[in-house]
């Protein structure tokens, strides 16, 4: 089982991971919250110790950012903040425990084992990423950095299936039987008045995701990085 710790005092961070490696967890540790936004995208943990303040993005911040962006572990926050709203705050934006410090490490080490235990739900949705924009099927959420653009049902089937064959050039055709069906009779500009739409979504979010149009056959989804 592989933890990840989010806390900025660095002798508590040394005092957990003792106990931690004990039990035979790996632990990996960051002591602020950029660092860890950009940690958890490249990395999968089995529970998340996070600590409400931390320096750069604080915690209930990026809590939020990382359950937008479809990470799904548990995650106790750990916190000296002990009012019956701060724990309120703390489960409403997606924290699955709230211990507040001081504590004793053993208690942790018993909510992460519980937590551990716990029989993990099968999702229904699937996050899909290409470039800088993530999108969850189930929802119909696409979401770049703090902004998130509701899709309609046809504009998501459409995201997902360019994010599916990203890079790819798909002929009409394929667009056609993928998103509307063999059967569906759809006529030919109806195609195109969706790939406006989406375009202008992508636009409105700020990406450098864009729907190339490839003359004679299809679409082609490609991300140009900006320097």
Not at 90 to 109: N, Q, S
Not at 135 to 161: H, P, Q, V, W, Y
Request: overall charge negative.
């Amino acid at each position: 089982m592989r933890l990840l710790l989010i806390e900025d005092d660095k002798e508590l961070c040394d005092a957990i991971a003792v106990y931690v490696k004990k039990e035979g967890y790996e632990l990996d540790i960051c002591h602020n919250g950029n660092d860890a936004l950009y940690y958890i995208a490249d990395h999968n943990h089995d529970v998340i110790i996070l600590d409400r303040m931390l320096p750069g993005i604080d915690g209930l911040t990026l809590l939020e950012k990382t359950r937008r962006k479809g990470v799904t572990a548990p995650v106790i926050i750990i916190t000296a903040m002990n009012g019956i709203n701060d724990r309120i705050d703390g489960l409403d934006t997606g924290a699955d425990d709230y211990l507040v410090k001081p504590f004793a490490v053993e208690e942790l080490l018993a909510r992460i084992r519980a937590l551990l235990r716990r029989p993990r739900t099968i999702e229904n949705s699937k996050v899909l990423q290409y470039g800088d924009i993530f999108f969850d099927t189930s929802a119909g959420i696409m979401t770049r950095e703090d902004k998130s653009i509701s899709l309609s049902k046809k504009e998501g089937n459409l995201l997902e299936f360019f994010l599916l064959n990203k890079e790819q050039i798909l002929a009409r055709e394929q667009i056609l039987d993928r998103v509307w069906g063999k059967d569906s009779f759809v006529e030919d500009g109806n195609i195109d008045n969706y790939i406006f739409l989406l375009r202008r979504r992508l636009k409105a979010a700020g990406t450098s995701v864009a729907i190339k149009t490839v003359h004679g056959i299809g679409y082609q989804l490609e991300y140009k990085k900006n320097d």
